[in-house]
Every structure is written in structure tokens, then in C-alpha cells.
């Protein structure tokens, strides 16, 4: 297998601003630096002598906390005139299509213009740290890429009491002010009930915490009801904007469905976060550039992409995964097309290759998720692709963090 480098800029070369019209052959030529170890160094004093997907990343200044980086020039004028409409802003489908095919120094331009933007609307360099707690792995999808809800798992939901105490305990120890619960999809009265009671004990006991749900599709009528409890943020991923697609990885869904709920959050004025699946069986390149299209048309606050991970007894469980270098690539294009919005580094990205959620952050990724609130003897119960689920504490993202130059805050960032 081919070995292609990830390569990171400088915040110092960051601040020169670049000209990709002029010189072609010699884009960036302002940032040529020797690498000082060309080997699978991570940045969390984790050896990675066998790096997955062919990956060498970039020694990482420790003394500085920033990665120093190879000469950043594309290859020819065309990838030159691709990079420079996308830093313009005027990008086409075709453009789309080629940057998300980048790889080596092409890609470390693409991941700077991304770093670029994302710093313009985000001055102070902050990334956002929010803990998550999966208040409830009852889900009545049986979605072919998850295996939560599987039949034979043990069933549990998280009673609002219980979830005022986890939440109270990281504001008081850890500072924490943002907050995302998730849960299997699971609309019935009974639950949606309990978690709008829950949403409204929080609120008025600790007034300045910003809840973020990601519990699936609901009646507008039950969207509504959590927006009255204050809650401000929701996410709900189209997975995928083919719905032959999305129907062939969600067979018990309905693609027109999760678009209704999408337009209903927007018209009730949730700030709305989606994304999509990189690598899914079935899934072609030009549905990655659809899947762009279609998430620029609708007014996000938070923008994602998650790299396929097959999961153990799903119906993918064979399949291979998504590739990482596309859906990093697909990460940068989004932070381009969303200035402003919120994008995670999501521990997928982890799963498949070392350092993978500072690879998120260093191609435009502002987002980092704690997982602290779970109580532990529950997070077996809540799998997604396997009980060897990678779940990032807090030290290893504040270290992450400041490796990509970032400040990590407790409080909401949108």
C-alpha cells in the first residue's frame, strides 16, 4: 500500500495568507519545513508502529504544540485552480468532486484554507468541549450499520433524577456548561415525556447549561415540546442525501421523514446540526458530493461526518470500512462551506487511525465529545460498532486540543 503523509502548517505559516492563483508549481512555498521524523509518531504517547490506511503523520513540535510540515504545493495548475475557488468561495460540483479525492500535499492545502476559515469566524482559536450522556439505548431502528437496540442487549433508560445528579456532578468538578444527550431513536410518548421532564429539571436547576439532543425523529408537536423546556440545539443526521441510500442502510426508516423532521427543528428555531456516514456499502462518490450540496442548502449550526466503522452483529459487520483520508477531506470541504458552524472531531476517526480526532481538528474540526457522563456500568449497553467502542477522557482531548493549537472552553461556542 502506497504511504501518503498527512502534513500540518505552522499557526505561524497560518497567519501568512495564501495565494494560490499566482504561482502554481510553487503554492505555498512559504511553508516548507523538514520533518523531523518521518515515522507513525502520535501525539498522545501512543507508538503507532503499524499505522492503519497507510498514514504518517507529521512530527509534532512538542515544545510548541504545533506540527511542523514538509513543503504544502499542489502538483499541477488545475488542483491550484480547484484549491484557490474553494478558498474564494466559488466552488462548483466538479471542484467538490476533486477535493474530496486530495491526498498529500494537495490535501494539506485543503486542510490549511480549511484551519484558515474556520479561524476567521473563531478568532481566539477555541474548540468546544461538550460531555456526552446516552440517557437510553432503546431504539426501534434496526439500523445495518448499529447495533444499538439489539435485541439481546440489556435495556435501560436514564430517570431524570439520576440524569440531574450526572449532569450537576461534571458542571460542579469538571466545569462543564454544554451537554449532548443521546439516545437510541425512540419516539413513543413515554420516553419523549420523560426526556422533556428531565430537559425542564435541568433548566431550572442550573440555568446557564446548554442541552443538545440527538434522539432521533419526533413529531413536531414533540420537537416542540423540548424547545419549550429551553433546549436550544438538536441533532439529527440525514446519514445520507440519496434515499435509495439511506433506505438500503436504514430499512426502517423513511428518508422523506427525516428531512420533515430537519425542516421542522429549522422552522421551530433549534439550532440544527446533521451529517452524513463517509464509506457506507453501496455509497458512490458523486453521493459524497450530493451529501455537500444538500447539507450547504440548509441553514446548520453543526456540521458532521463520520467515518464508516462496521459494526460487530450488524448487518455491515463484514463490510470494509470508510476510508479516513475521504471523509477528512469531506470534514475540510464542510468547515469551507459552514464558516461558522460547529463541527466535531468524532472518535471514528480514532477507531481507524492514531491520532485520528487531531487529524479532525487540524482539517477544520472545532468540537470535541467527552465521554464522561455515561455511568460506566451502562456504557457496554451502549455500543454503536462494538464493545471496544473508542471513548476519548479528558485529558487525551485537551492534549489533542492544544496540539492542534486550539483552547478548549466548557461554554457554547454558537
Given at each position: 500500500?502506497?504511504?501518503?503523509?498527512?502534513?500540518?502548517?505552522?499557526?505561524?505559516?497560518?497567519?501568512?495568507?495564501?495565494?494560490?492563483?499566482?504561482?502554481?508549481?510553487?503554492?505555498?512555498?512559504?511553508?516548507?519545513?523538514?520533518?523531523?521524523?518521518?515515522?507513525?509518531?502520535?501525539?498522545?504517547?501512543?507508538?503507532?508502529?503499524?499505522?492503519?490506511?497507510?498514514?504518517?503523520?507529521?512530527y509534532l513540535d512538542t515544545q510548541r504544540?504545533?506540527?511542523?510540515?514538509?513543503?504544502?504545493?499542489?502538483?499541477?495548475?488545475?488542483?491550484?485552480?480547484?484549491?484557490?475557488?474553494?478558498?474564494?468561495?466559488?466552488?462548483?460540483?466538479?471542484?467538490?468532486?476533486?477535493?474530496?479525492?486530495?491526498?498529500?500535499?494537495?490535501?494539506?492545502?485543503?486542510?490549511?484554507?480549511?484551519?484558515?476559515?474556520?479561524?476567521?469566524?473563531?478568532?481566539?482559536?477555541?474548540?468546544?468541549?461538550?460531555?456526552?450522556?446516552?440517557?437510553?439505548?432503546?431504539?426501534?431502528?434496526?439500523?445495518?450499520?448499529?447495533?444499538?437496540?439489539?435485541?439481546?442487549?440489556?435495556?435501560?433508560?436514564?430517570?431524570?433524577?439520576?440524569?440531574?445528579?450526572?449532569?450537576?456532578?461534571?458542571?460542579?468538578?469538571?466545569?462543564?456548561?454544554?451537554?449532548?444527550?443521546?439516545?437510541?431513536?425512540?419516539?413513543?410518548?413515554?420516553?419523549?415525556?420523560?426526556?422533556?421532564?428531565?430537559?425542564?429539571?435541568?433548566?431550572?436547576?442550573?440555568?446557564?447549561?446548554?442541552?443538545?439532543?440527538?434522539?432521533?425523529?419526533?413529531?413536531?408537536?414533540?420537537?416542540?415540546?423540548?424547545?419549550?423546556?429551553?433546549?436550544?440545539?438538536?441533532?439529527?443526521?440525514?446519514?445520507?442525501?440519496?434515499?435509495?441510500?439511506?433506505?438500503?442502510?436504514?430499512?426502517?426508516?423513511?428518508?422523506?421523514?427525516?428531512?420533515?423532521?430537519?425542516?421542522?427543528?429549522?422552522?421551530?428555531?433549534?439550532?440544527v446540526g446533521s451529517g452524513i456516514i463517509?464509506?457506507?456499502?453501496?455509497?458512490?462518490?458523486?453521493?459524497?458530493?450530493?451529501?455537500?450540496?444538500?447539507?450547504?442548502?440548509?441553514?446548520?449550526?453543526?456540521?458532521?461526518?463520520?467515518?464508516?466503522?462496521?459494526?460487530?452483529?450488524?448487518?455491515?459487520?463484514?463490510?470494509?470500512?470508510?476510508?479516513?483520508?475521504?471523509?477528512?477531506?469531506?470534514?475540510?470541504?464542510?468547515?469551507?462551506?459552514?464558516?461558522?458552524?460547529?463541527?466535531?472531531?468524532?472518535?471514528?476517526?480514532?477507531?481507524?487511525?492514531?491520532?485520528?480526532?487531531?487529524?479532525?481538528?487540524?482539517?477544520?474540526?472545532?468540537?470535541?465529545?467527552?465521554?464522561?457522563?455515561?455511568?460506566?456500568?451502562?456504557?457496554?449497553?451502549?455500543?454503536?460498532?462494538?464493545?471496544?467502542?473508542?471513548?476519548?477522557?479528558?485529558?487525551?482531548?485537551?492534549?489533542?486540543?492544544?496540539?492542534?493549537?486550539?483552547?478548549?472552553?466548557?461554554?457554547?461556542?454558537?
Open positions: 500500500m502506497k504511504t501518503v503523509s498527512l502534513q500540518i502548517a505552522t499557526e505561524d505559516s497560518e497567519r501568512q495568507v495564501l495565494d494560490l492563483s499566482r504561482n502554481t508549481q510553487g503554492i505555498l512555498s512559504h511553508q516548507r519545513f523538514r520533518a523531523k521524523n518521518p515515522a507513525c509518531a502520535g501525539t498522545s504517547g501512543v507508538s503507532h508502529e503499524n499505522c492503519r490506511d497507510g498514514f504518517t503523520p507529521a504544540g504545533h506540527a511542523m510540515t514538509h513543503a504544502l504545493h499542489p502538483s499541477d495548475s488545475a488542483t491550484a485552480a480547484v484549491l484557490h475557488r474553494l478558498q474564494q468561495g466559488r466552488w462548483d460540483d466538479s471542484d467538490l468532486s476533486s477535493a474530496l479525492q486530495f491526498r498529500g500535499s494537495e490535501q494539506a492545502v485543503l486542510f490549511t484554507i480549511a484551519r484558515q476559515i474556520r479561524d476567521q469566524s473563531f478568532p481566539d482559536r477555541p474548540a468546544e468541549l461538550r460531555s456526552v450522556i446516552e440517557i437510553s439505548n432503546i431504539c426501534k431502528q434496526r439500523c445495518n450499520f448499529c447495533n444499538i437496540g439489539a435485541p439481546e442487549t440489556a435495556k435501560y433508560v436514564i430517570q431524570p433524577n439520576d440524569l440531574l445528579q450526572l449532569v450537576d456532578a461534571l458542571y460542579h468538578e469538571r466545569g462543564r456548561r454544554v451537554f449532548l444527550l443521546q439516545s437510541g431513536e425512540n419516539n413513543s410518548r413515554g420516553f419523549v415525556n420523560l426526556v422533556v421532564a428531565s430537559c425542564r429539571l435541568i433548566a431550572q436547576a442550573l440555568p446557564d447549561v446548554t442541552l443538545v439532543l440527538c434522539i432521533g425523529n419526533l413529531t413536531r408537536e414533540q420537537f416542540r415540546a423540548l424547545r419549550d423546556t429551553g433546549v436550544a440545539r438538536y441533532i439529527l443526521k440525514i446519514e445520507s442525501s440519496n434515499p435509495q441510500l439511506y433506505h438500503l442502510s436504514k430499512p426502517h426508516d423513511n428518508w422523506d421523514e427525516r428531512k420533515r423532521c430537519l425542516d421542522d427543528l429549522l422552522e421551530l428555531d433549534f439550532k463517509v464509506g457506507l456499502p453501496m455509497q458512490q462518490h458523486d453521493d459524497l458530493v450530493a451529501d455537500l450540496t444538500f447539507m450547504h442548502r440548509l441553514p446548520l449550526s453543526m456540521v458532521s461526518a463520520t467515518v464508516f466503522v462496521p459494526g460487530a452483529g450488524t448487518v455491515y459487520e463484514r463490510e470494509p470500512p470508510g476510508d479516513v483520508h475521504t471523509t477528512l477531506n469531506f470534514m475540510a470541504l464542510l468547515r469551507i462551506m459552514h464558516p461558522a458552524a460547529l463541527m466535531p472531531t468524532t472518535s471514528s476517526l480514532e477507531k481507524l487511525l492514531p491520532d485520528g480526532q487531531l487529524w479532525g481538528l487540524m482539517a477544520g474540526a472545532n468540537s470535541l465529545t467527552i465521554h464522561d457522563g455515561t455511568p460506566e456500568r451502562l456504557q457496554a449497553l451502549f455500543p454503536i460498532y462494538d464493545d471496544k467502542r473508542f471513548r476519548p477522557q479528558d485529558d487525551r482531548l485537551l492534549a489533542i486540543a492544544s496540539s492542534a493549537g486550539l483552547r478548549p472552553v466548557n461554554h457554547s461556542l454558537i
